[in-house]
């Protein structure tokens, strides 16, 4: 299952839970885009901390990828 059709899912699944979930829907797309929408299963922790931790001095935004 790629990447992608795992954020559609869990996105549809918060907002059917009565969730907006509209910043977390963009923040989730960002990450499949930065890694290319693989396979679910070749995203490992280390991937994600790379895409958290960003480039350069921490921003607001980061603070919003690590909550």
Do not use: C, H
């Amino acid at each position: 299952m790629k990447m992608l059709e795992v954020i559609d899912a869990y996105v549809t699944l918060q907002r059917s839970r009565g969730m907006r979930f509209d910043a977390a829907d963009k923040m989730l797309r960002q990450f499949s885009r930065v890694m290319g929408n693989p396979d679910i299963d070749q995203v490992g922790a280390d991937k994600v901390a790379e895409f958290v931790r960003g480039a350069g001095l921490p921003s607001a935004a980061w603070t919003l990828r690590f909550k």
